[in-house]
């Protein structure tokens, strides 16, 4: 058997290595991905105080730190047994789409869009947010900035600190909206909607325009039957702050909806031993192995699985850009709702209709009156004892569960991370794709390696939600080794 | 000249928190500086790139870890020089490198003149508010190689970048 390892892969968060094992035929046996994780946070909270999680989870990574906060704020409000106002709702929700808005802005310009927008088989020193500036042009770089500038700015204004926010309490939000400050938002709101708008039409142009880019969208190498999971208002519309988790079938059939709260019910958590990863299932299912379809507890939580999981978006031209989302990808309508996309390349599309949505959404916020008002806390009267809080961080449901004593101290942490509901799908995209690009002992070029990245990174996965720490710029290694570990070949490219 | 100082890190992840303790001891120090801005970043490229924007000078402070690197050994760095520095580079937003090339590119006000003070550092991959003792030991000398740097850089004539 022979090895190939690409190690680290590039352009993802933390430490990441992908082993491509041969058969004697030289064909793709199995693929693994692994990452040295950070373990240890949960045991770290245990015997602190529950009102220290929001700033304290919020350190877990400087990436989403927004994501964090507010799920850790919604564990309190339970813990806490106590009901924010609906203002304070508001408030947090217009926080967290301000957050959306730079997260996918920057996904896609600086991470994403090197694949498609600069192209799969460019060189890697070019495809870098660099390259994408220069096929896009100056403007839209200085517009991406800009972007980011004006939604940190709402950020720290509503959050109260510009990275690491401190604004969220059990019972609500710490500080009120002026009407000056509800003024400028909302004019930022209709720019990033301009903005989000203006980019589905880049990616228009540049992707569904080009016969190459949507055949490899369409091509059965990122294809997979999964189940979808995703957060849905009462009208089962997307909603990234609150409501409940929706998963539905390969087919689109509901399977279940369940709150927050119940979420050790349906998910369990498969053990490899080649990993310290845990692959979360379906437990109703059960785990088949890194399989798709029906039968599979297979499932994944990204935006393309959330568009999936709803039955529509609850903002107009988000709506509007999800139906030509379907339409376009030949979705069929069944029983009233489309049949889930499963060319998970679409998952890039997806993340802009959501950036849509995200801005229309905060504008809808930022009109709303009751945003000004000053009831934005209800003050706890005791120690429930216990809480789950839920959102939809971009790159998927993230969980944090806390159990404490009668004082508040806690006594029990669990977090389930974005990314940690794809790893079984992100193991599945890179087999596909290797076993699609190599045959025979075929010499690895750098577009197959492409490509098995692009199946990586379509996920955006941050691999250890705890280190955003790389060792400088990242050097691309591919080893091929004999089984007995005699090495056969190693190609390297830097950067 | 307008100085701005980040402290680069994570404050829980043991010495990964060094850049940002040394920046706070800097802000206490220089209170009374108005010309002196400090602050705490997680990393990254873009984000790091616009926190300098519009300042005529930047110190950023860092943990670092190299091949053989003695703990609590101190070096001074341009940005040229951060193939090492473990915060600077950020797969969710790009290098700082990249970055800086994108600023340049799009015109933003970058301070020409950027010093990067890395501590080697000894663990970080422990969840902990704690250094590490020899990594602690190097906060203070940091903190007066930096306030050297500023006072210095301050007189006429004189250039400064590669004390410690």
């Known amino acids: ?495 | 000249m307008s100085t701005i100082i980040v402290g680069i890190g994570n404050r829980v992840l043991s010495d990964d928190a060094v850049g940002i303790k040394v920046a706070h001891a800097l802000a206490d120090a220089l209170r009374s500086r108005s010309d002196v801005v400090t602050c705490e970043l997680w990393g990254g490229g873009l984000r790091l790139m616009e926190t300098l924007n519009g300042h005529e000078r930047a110190i950023i402070i860092d943990a670092i870890m190299t091949e053989g690197g003695k703990p609590g050994s101190v070096y001074t760095l341009k940005p040229s020089d951060l193939r090492q520095s473990r915060n600077t580079y950020s797969t969710h937003d790009g290098g700082f490198q990249e970055a800086l090339e994108l600023g340049a590119m799009l015109g933003l006000n970058l301070p020409p003149q950027i010093t990067i003070w890395a501590i080697e550092a000894d663990d970080v991959e422990t969840y902990s508010e704690n250094l590490t003792p020899e990594v602690e030991r190097a906060v203070p000398v940091v903190v007066e190689g930096v306030m050297r740097q500023i006072d210095l850089e301050q007189q006429p004539g004189l250039s400064g970048g590669e004390q410690k």
């Open chain 1, 1 to 495: 058997m022979k090895r190939v390892t690409i190690n680290p892969i590039t352009r993802l968060e933390g430490h990441g290595k992908i082993d491509i094992f041969l058969d004697e035929k030289g064909n793709v046996a199995n693929t693994y991905f692994q990452v040295p994780e950070l373990r240890g946070f949960e045991q770290f909270c245990v015997g602190r105080p529950a009102e220290d999680m929001p700033v304290i989870t919020s350190r877990i990574c400087g990436v989403c730190p927004e994501a964090h906060h507010i799920a850790a704020t919604k564990a309190l409000d339970q813990l806490f047994g106590v009901e924010p106002p609906p203002a304070a709702k508001k408030i947090r929700e217009l926080f967290y789409m301000a957050f959306f808005v730079t997260d996918h802005t920057t996904h896609f310009y600086a991470l994403g869009g090197p694949d498609f927008i600069v192209g799969p088989d460019a060189p890697p020193a070019e495809r870098n947010l660099l390259g994408v500036v220069k096929k896009v042009g100056l403007d839209v770089g200085k517009q991406v900035i800009a972007c980011r500038a004006r939604n940190h700015h709402v950020i720290e204004m509503l959050g109260g600190r510009g990275i690491h926010p401190v604004a969220g309490v059990p019972g609500g939000w710490s500080r009120p909206v002026s009407a000056a400050e509800r003024a400028e938002i909302e004019t930022i709101a209709a720019q990033n909607v301009a903005f989000a708008l203006f980019t589905l039409k880049v990616f228009d142009q540049i992707v569904l325009g080009n016969p190459a880019y949507l055949d490899l969208i369409l091509s059965d190498v990122y294809h997979h039957r999964t189940y979808s999971m995703g957060t849905v208002d009462e009208q089962n519309r997307l909603n990234f702050y609150d409501g409940k988790i929706r998963i539905v079938d390969p087919e689109g059939r509901e399977f279940v909806k369940y709150e927050a709260a119940d979420y050790a019910q349906h998910i369990a958590e498969r053990v490899e031993p080649w990993t310290y990863l845990k692959f979360p299932y379906l437990k109703k299912i059960g785990w088949k192995g890194f399989v798709d379809g029906v039968e599979s507890g297979v499932y994944t939580a990204t935006p393309l699985s959330r568009l999936n999981a709803s039955d529509r978006l609850a903002t107009p031209l988000a709506q509007e850009q999800f139906e030509r989302f379907y339409q376009t990808l030949g979705s069929k309508i069944v029983q009233g709702r489309h049949q889930p996309v499963h060319q998970r390349l679409a998952t890039h599309w997806a993340r802009l209709i959501e950036l849509l949505y995200a801005a229309e959404r905060m504008q809808e916020l930022a009109h709303d009156p009751e945003i000004t008002s000053p009831d934005i806390r209800q003050i706890p009267q005791g120690v429930a004892g216990e809480g789950v809080g839920s959102v939809e961080a971009p790159r998927g449901t993230l969980i944090h569960h806390y159990v404490s004593d009668e004082k508040a101290i806690l006594t029990k942490v669990n977090l389930v991370v974005g990314t940690t509901n794809n790893h079984a799908a992100i193991s599945m995209s890179i087999r596909k794709a290797a076993e699609k690009f190599i045959h025979g002992f075929e010499v690895v070029e750098e577009g197959f390696l492409n490509r098995v990245e692009m199946a990586f990174r379509l996920y955006d996965p941050c691999l250890s939600c705890a280190t955003h720490t790389l060792p400088g710029e990242m050097p691309l290694i591919v080893n091929i080794k004999s089984y007995d570990g005699e090495s056969l070949q190693s190609l390297r490219r830097d950067g």
